[in-house]
């Protein structure tokens, strides 16, 4: 028996079901606007807050006493961490996972050790990817949490820092190589400043601007095919990130030369964070050329920072989706569960009830937006709303072909336009009438 007390996959029981252990919407096979449910949603289970994060709060410890994260052989831990990892990838029958290496294998006396031990540990992911069919949506560098990094990594005043942290990325990105991972991730928690009476702000953004490009860089020499992703988090642990959101991280991309390479990857709680809405950063990524991945997840309406709570809001899922089939979905991305759950969460159960009841609000929403989009519920009035442009001369103006003084003509001609409802109530109804 499992540290999970369960030994068969769980499956799909319809939504009349009441087992918290089977999926009422997730039916992996199910044909979605002619693609298979399981790929559409690519979900990807993570492992720093499933199996590495102890339950602890800035005011209190450890509250689920896992057994791999006590003992006196921390290889050893980390080898029983994967047991238990790729027991819950396979009772979930998620198809991808997600690490950084600090999760997977503990740090070493020097950075030789730990690449040594990241080496041991993915040896040992890629015997168990071969067995389970689990694959591996990205990985990453942990360059936030070991105090060196306290001043930033890539934007560190000290060189020095800078360079660990480029033997840190190489060897991660090494590893996401070897495990045929899809992208890469960087998150750049530090990469910010605590104060700018300090900061040189235009100094490390053109270190920021150097990391990149050398990473890019390496991707090709290596033969890396899958793109490279920022995601975008305004604050926390920094009080100001450099990555802030979406339109600033275009904005980086643009001035050091990335945007062939390098694409987003967005998560529900740090678009809140930034003060926008999850829907808003994943149209704005799309509208931009951007879009890459998602990390799926919500934050606390009445709590201002990264809660990490499992994704359960089947409007805001139904809204996302409408966008991703409106787009044609992921191509290397996918939803990667950046969330954990409370931390009074504390049977081993709970881990699994958490990851089936966000995967069914997911699908749920994802059948939701597939009916919206038959109906033309939101598109045909969309539609409506600008078809003025579709006329020749106004198709001529977006073509540049018209100037400034022909359609002020025009204008100056006697042109009166009437306003037009927005018709906002209508459309929040009709959003309800599918979820
Ligand atoms: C932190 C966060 C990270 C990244 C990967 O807020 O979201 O876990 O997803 O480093
Ligand atoms: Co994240």
Same mark, same amino acid.
């Given at each position: ?36 449910? #399981? ?56 198809? /991808? ?93 530090? #990469? ?43 604050? #926390? ?14 904005? /980086? ?183």
């Amino acid at each position: 028996m499992s540290f999970f007390g369960l030994d068969a996959p769980i499956r799909y029981a319809g939504p009349d079901s009441k087992d918290p252990l089977a999926y009422r919407f997730y039916d992996k096979n199910k044909q979605v606007m002619g693609k298979r449910m #399981e790929d559409h949603l690519r979900f990807s289970a993570c492992y720093w807050h499933s199996f590495t994060w102890p339950g602890g709060d800035p005011f209190g410890g450890e509250t689920f006493l896992r057994p791999w994260m006590h003992g006196s052989d921390p290889l050893q831990m980390a080898r029983d961490k994967a047991d238990v990892a790729f027991d819950m990838f396979k009772l979930l029958d998620v198809p /991808f996972f997600t690490f950084h290496d600090v999760d997977v294998a503990p740090e070493g006396a020097s950075l030789a050790e730990s690449v040594k031990n990241l080496e041991t540990i993915t040896d040992i992911f890629a015997e168990k990817m071969g067995q389970t069919g689990t694959r591996l949506l990205w990985g990453t560098a942990n360059l936030f949490s070991h105090r060196r990094y306290m001043a930033g990594a890539a934007t560190n005043p000290d060189p020095d820092v800078f360079a660990y942290a480029v033997g840190q990325v190489k060897a991660a990105i090494d590893a996401t190589k070897k495990l045929n991972g899809e992208n890469y991730v960087c998150w750049g928690g530090r #990469e910010g400043y605590e104060t700018l009476l300090n900061t040189d702000m235009k100094k490390e953004l053109d270190q920021l601007g150097r990391f990149m490009s050398m990473l890019v860089d390496y991707k090709h020499k290596i033969g890396f095919s899958g793109p490279i992703l920022i995601e975008p988090k305004p604050r #926390e642990p920094s009080k100001h990130q450099y990555d802030f959101d979406v339109a600033t991280v275009f904005g /980086f991309l643009q001035k050091y030369d990335l945007l062939a390479d390098v694409k987003v990857n967005i998560e529900q709680n740090h678009a809140i964070l930034a003060g926008h809405s999850f829907d808003h950063e994943v149209r704005l990524a799309y509208a931009l050329g951007v879009f890459g991945s998602l990390d799926i997840n919500r934050g606390d309406d009445l709590l201002g920072w990264d809660t990490d709570q499992f994704a359960m809001n089947v409007s805001e899922l139904t809204l996302l989706f409408h966008e991703m089939l409106k787009q044609g979905g992921f191509t290397t991305g996918g939803l990667n569960f950046d969330a954990k759950i409370r931390r009074q969460s504390i049977d081993p159960q709970d881990l699994l009830i958490a990851h089936v009841a966000s995967m069914d609000a997911c699908a749920r929403a994802l059948l939701a937006a597939e009916a919206m989009i038959a109906d033309k519920a939101l598109e045909g009035p969309l539609a409506a709303r600008y078809s003025g442009w579709a006329s020749p001369d106004n198709q001529a103006i977006l073509r540049g072909e018209s100037d400034l003084e022909t359609i002020a003509a025009k204008a100056m001609a006697g042109l009166d336009p009437q306003p037009r409802s927005g018709r906002q109530e209508y459309l929040e109804g009709v959003l309800n009438r599918y979820v």
